[in-house]
């Protein structure tokens, strides 16, 4: 079955380490996302990647870093400077950009 | 940039109820998305409306454009409890060319 998977589904976190989480696709899109989203807030989108080796920053970039070394794989790395980081992060992907983009289930991570 | 608002933020009905949930947004819309979520889960696709004046349909779902291109709505003909979740629109309009997301509709049904 074609489709986007994330994992883990939660993680807990020290304050002042860094953690990545996974985002795998295997329906050949080009593009894919980052997420966060809080509550009452919606989404709002961190960083995107349009090709293989090229991602740009999105809204609210800071203390987030990416890598796109692979079409299938983009995986977000929380990093200590990231001031808040307690959130449900979604991953998603798209065969370009504005059009429908298709969800993973998602990765709570919570900061003890 | 574009924004979406929806209304209402919340909405609590009675099974078998119908239900209207509305996006509107600053600028004109070139393609609207439709998605649902459930708690702790990750987006589903449910409709995209493109053209002034469409409509489309899925199950007890309906989901139509306004002439205009800037306000869709989303209505659900005898809700269910299965129907319960967040509904949220999404469009192409963000400053890298993405999707830009509303802040999303609760939708609980009482049984």
């Known amino acids: 079955d074609g489709g986007i998977t994330q994992s883990p589904k939660y993680l807990f976190r020290k304050e002042g380490q860094n953690v990545t989480l996974s985002c795998e696709q295997n329906l050949n899109h080009d593009a894919m996302y980052w997420y966060r989203q809080d509550p009452g807030q919606g989404l709002r989108l961190i960083y995107y990647?349009?090709?293989?080796?090229?991602?740009q920053k999105g809204d609210i970039a800071e203390g987030y870093s990416v890598s796109r070394e692979k079409k299938e794989s983009f995986p977000l790395t929380v990093t200590s400077a990231q001031k808040n980081p307690t959130a449900f992060y979604l991953c998603?992907?798209?065969?370009?950009?504005?059009?429908?983009?298709?969800f993973g289930p998602g990765t709570r991570l919570t900061v003890l | 940039s574009q924004e979406l608002e929806q209304s209402p933020q919340s909405l609590i009905v009675q099974e078998g109820k119908n239900l209207t949930i509305n996006c509107t947004s600053s600028?004109?819309?070139?393609?609207l998305y439709w998605y649902k979520q459930k708690y702790g889960e990750g987006l589903i696709f449910l409709m995209m409306l493109q053209k002034g004046g469409e409509e489309k349909s899925h199950e007890k779902i309906t989901a139509k454009l306004d002439e205009k291109k800037q306000q869709s709505s989303l209505h659900i003909t005898a809700s269910q409890p299965s129907h319960a979740g967040i509904y949220l629109c999404g469009a192409g309009g963000g400053s890298q060319g993405n999707l830009i997301f509303g802040k999303g509709t609760k939708l609980s049904v009482k049984p």
């Open positions: 600028k004109t819309l070139y393609g």
């Open positions: 998603a992907s798209s065969i370009g950009t504005s059009y429908e983009q298709f």
């Open positions: 990647s349009q090709i293989v080796n090229d991602f």
